[in-house]
């Protein structure tokens, strides 16, 4: 069975600082992962996905993410974070190869303290 | 692009009511559309997968006598919450996929369903 983990409930960063939101896996194959980001009362917005090709992703609002397949890790980062990037975050997953279930984590909150 | 609305998106009512929440893609035609449950600890819960013109798959657990759920067209999911009791509020949220492996789903904006 896949599953995602989300290690931190919470990340806390200043402001202009880099921030860094992790996201480990597990799955039959290889993978297709998603990054999501909630604000609250909000539905998720999706940010950026990896499919195949070049390990760095780059999403919305100067977002992007690494895959690494020996890690099995797809951790979300940006360079400088702003205020308004404070939402909760959630890491997703699903297996290559036909329609399968997209399996979510259970989400980090980021808060970027200014 | 890849917009999702799904109404009300909020819902206050009495025990035993019967609710509908509506998600429709508003500008591509969503093959498969799904609904989640998200609890006050953040965490989603795929309810069902729906398919339009089929029958929807539930999760494990999830009553479907107790949450009907219809995809009548490429745009349009129903979910509907019946006789709903306290223990059925949280925030509900509809996704919609555009099909084929590896898209992403477009969510709605989520109901919040209270029920007194």
């Known amino acids: 069975a896949q599953s995602v983990a989300q290690p931190e409930d919470q990340v806390n960063v200043a402001e202009g600082n880099p921030l860094t939101v992790k996201c480990t896996y597990s799955v039959s194959g290889n993978p297709y992962l998603f990054w999501y980001v909630q604000y609250p009362n909000r539905g998720l917005q999706f940010l950026l996905k990896y499919i195949t090709g070049d390990n760095l992703v780059k999403g919305s609002y100067g977002f992007e993410a690494e895959f690494n397949k020996s890690q099995t890790s797809f951790h979300l980062k940006k360079p400088s974070a702003l205020v308004s990037d404070s939402a909760l975050y959630f890491c997703a997953v699903s297996p290559t190869g036909g329609y399968q279930k997209v399996t979510f984590g259970t989400g980090t909150k980021l808060q970027v303290i200014p | 692009g890849a917009v999702v609305s799904q109404h009300p998106s909020r819902v206050i009512c009495k025990s035993g009511t019967s609710v509908k929440i509506e998600c429709r893609s508003l500008?591509?035609?969503?093959?498969?559309m799904f609904w989640y449950r998200q609890f006050p600890k953040k965490s989603l819960m795929l309810m069902a997968t729906?398919?339009?013109?089929?029958?929807?798959?539930?999760e494990q657990g999830v009553e479907k006598d107790k949450f009907l759920i219809n995809h009548a067209s490429l745009t349009l999911s129903t979910l509907t919450v019946t006789s709903a009791h306290p223990e059925d509020s949280s925030f509900y949220i509809c996704s919609a996929s555009e099909g084929g492996a590896g898209q992403p789903q477009h969510f709605g904006d989520g109901t919040r369903l209270s029920i007194l």
């Open positions: 500008d591509f035609q969503a093959t498969t």
């Open positions: 729906s398919n339009e013109g089929s029958k929807a798959t539930y």
